[in-house]
């Protein structure tokens, strides 16, 4: 399905991010909405088919629905940036600063927040009736997921802080996979099966995902989540957001910028 070696894919992982520092504030804050916004939909997809079910892998498998749709139409995640942009600054192109990647990520972040929050209160509005009953099992299995993802944390503290932050790590390992799985191929359903493998592992493997959990936190604490707006990004948001940008870049990014852009010397045949 026309696989492209990574010499040439990794050049590409490098020209994207480049893009992604020049784009402009208008187009970068939509693009992150829209994908923030989609991946929120996936979620509470996954969730009602693993509800529904009684199989969190069933809802897992089909979860990366939503990461290819968004991945399809170009929109970006904060997950995707902390990967891409970095590598752009270390290539030394022309114009890239540390400043326009910190300016990136931040349009990223509020983007991501603001699609994910939109579809957060649009769910909860449509599980409760325009919030006139209870929100059902699906709305009380988000708002567990809240309760147990932040106070389940809190009560091992710094060694749960520690492991939200590994969990991050984790999951931006396999969902940084993912976007690079979009440049390995040059037909949709390459790119499709490319990038749902390592997404479905992530999902599967409940590891934390900083866009997702944008979606799911202030969902939970529409319908009942027992937890505050500082509990949630004490105890998950920000750990898992710096877990997913060393995961991202440290498992991903720079191993294969290392060795497919900025190769060590070829070993001399005597």
């Known amino acids: 399905m026309a696989y492209l070696m990574p010499s040439e894919f990794v ?14 504030t208008r187009d970068t804050l939509i693009r992150a909405y829209m994908a923030g ?34 991945y399809l139409m170009g929109f970006d995640l904060l997950t995707g940036v902390f990967v891409l942009t970095p590598l752009a600054l270390l290539d030394k192109r022309p114009g890239v600063t540390m ?15 603001a ?3 939109t579809v957060a209160v649009m769910m909860a509005f449509v599980f409760t009736y ?24 809190e009560k091992y503290g710094l060694a749960g802080w520690m492991t939200i932050f590994l969990r991050g790590m984790l999951c931006n390992w396999m969902v ?3 976007v690079v799985g979009a440049m390995i191929s040059t037909s949709v359903s390459g790119k499709v099966i490319a990038m749902w ?21 202030p969902s ?28 991202g870049l440290a498992f991903t990014g720079l191993t294969l910028y290392s060795t497919h852009v900025r190769t060590a010397p070829k070993r001399s045949v005597a």
Do not use: C
């Open 130 to 153: 325009g919030f006139s009953t209870d929100p059902g099992v699906v709305g009380a299995k988000i708002a567990g997921i809240g309760e147990a993802r932040t106070l389940g944390y």
């Open 176 to 178: 940084s996979m993912g």
């Open 11 to 24: 050049t590409k992982m490098v020209d994207a991010g480049e893009s992604k520092i020049f784009m402009s």
């Open 220 to 247: 939970a604490m529409i319908m009942g989540g027992n937890f505050s707006i500082a509990d949630y990004f004490i105890w998950n948001e920000i750990p898992t957001a710096l877990g997913n940008l060393v995961g």
């Open 37 to 70: 916004a989609i991946l929120a939909l996936a979620a509470v997809f996954a969730i009602t088919i693993a509800v529904q079910t009684g199989s969190p892998l069933i809802g897992a498998i089909l979860f990366p629905v939503g990461f290819s749709m968004l």
């Open 115 to 117: 699609g994910a929050l």
């Open 197 to 217: 493998m390592p997404i479905m592992l992530f999902f599967a493997m409940a590891f934390e995902h900083s866009v997702v959990n944008m979606f799911l936190f």
């Open 99 to 113: 400043g326009g990647v910190l300016r990136n990520w931040g349009l990223v972040f509020a983007g991501n927040f």
